[in-house]
């Protein structure tokens, strides 16, 4: 079973809706979970908010957040996830944002930084960022990953 599948499953066993905010994978993450049969029941939508006005307009995310820390940074992708559950029915998100390269990177944020967010409507809110190596679409594929299984660990109980 893909990672995919296993979390459609999850989130239509526990009533959860879902929504995606992406950047450095284009709607990839979106594409993933679409891809299994049934995701329209927990599926509510995915926003691809590239450049800086996108994650603005789009999301809600400040224009401070993006001057001060960066489009790549935990700050904008904490942003981001909130702002997809603020602007959808959802109740959990994720967000990636990120330089998949070949250019763009630089010593503070070489090639394959990537920023994640997790968010749920119950508060909780978690950020990460990971180097991932590999060409552009390594690190875009290493970064749906990591944002679909960071879903379906928010998704257990909070209890363990």
């Not at 679409?34 to 926003?47: E, M, W």
């Not at 602007?87 to 090639?111: F, L, M, W």
């Not at 944002?147 to 928010?154: E, M, N, P």
Request: net charge negative; aromatic share 4%; with cysteine.
């Amino acid at each position: 079973m893909t990672i995919s599948h296993k979390l459609g499953d999850t989130l239509i066993k526990q009533g959860l809706r879902l929504a995606l905010a992406e950047s450095c994978t284009g709607g990839w993450a979106s594409q993933c979970v679409t891809a299994v049969p049934g995701s329209s029941s927990c599926f509510d939508r995915g926003f691809v908010t590239y450049s800086n006005e996108a994650k603005q307009q789009m999301l809600g995310v400040g224009a401070d957040t993006l001057s001060q820390h960066g489009a790549v940074s935990e700050e904008t992708a904490k942003e981001m996830a909130l702002g997809a559950l603020a602007y959808s029915t959802a109740d959990i998100s994720a967000s990636i944002t990120g330089i998949a390269g070949p250019d763009g990177g630089s010593e503070q944020k070489p090639v394959g930084t990537v920023c994640f967010g997790w968010a749920h409507r119950d508060g909780r809110i978690i950020t990460q960022t990971h180097h991932f190596l590999g060409d552009r679409d390594a690190v875009r594929r290493q970064s749906v990953k990591t944002a679909l299984t960071g879903l379906l660990q928010l998704t257990l109980p909070t209890d363990l």
